[in-house]
């Protein structure tokens, strides 16, 4: 089993930044695509960015060039920078992990972000 912590959620203002982190952890922890979704009220969860495990990311357009993501095979950790917020950004993050071999998708338990106009 995977455990998926996500953390560095909060309240900023407009035009702050934010970076999400998250740390995989487990006995069952596979190579696979590292990223996060978002869901905001009212919403159905879009996928915000990725990174696979050979490294090719993805940012989707409302995001890129404000977020980037990263991550850390040595800590199984992925991270989110965000920069720029907007109000729009408002929601809960959550982490994910989808597996190459067999395509299992572990998530965490969310994260929420709050930008204030």
């Known amino acids: 089993q995977v455990q998926l912590v996500e953390s560095g959620g909060g309240l900023v203002q407009a035009g702050d930044s934010l970076r999400l982190s998250c740390a995989a952890s487990?006995?069952?922890?596979?190579?696979?695509?590292l990223g996060w979704y978002r869901q905001a009220p009212g919403k159905e969860r879009e996928l915000v960015a990725g990174?696979?495990?050979?490294?090719?990311?993805y940012h989707a357009d409302s995001v890129k060039g404000r977020f980037t993501i990263s991550r850390d095979n040595a800590k199984n950790s992925v991270y989110l920078q965000m920069n720029s917020l907007k109000p729009e950004d408002t929601a809960v993050y959550y982490c994910?992990?989808?597996?190459?071999?067999?395509?299992?998708?572990?998530w965490g338990q969310g994260t929420q972000v709050t930008v204030s106009s």
């Open positions: 994910y992990l989808l597996c190459d071999y067999d395509g299992y998708d572990s």
């Open positions: 487990g006995d069952s922890i596979c190579i696979g695509s």
């Open positions: 990174e696979t495990s050979g490294g090719s990311t």
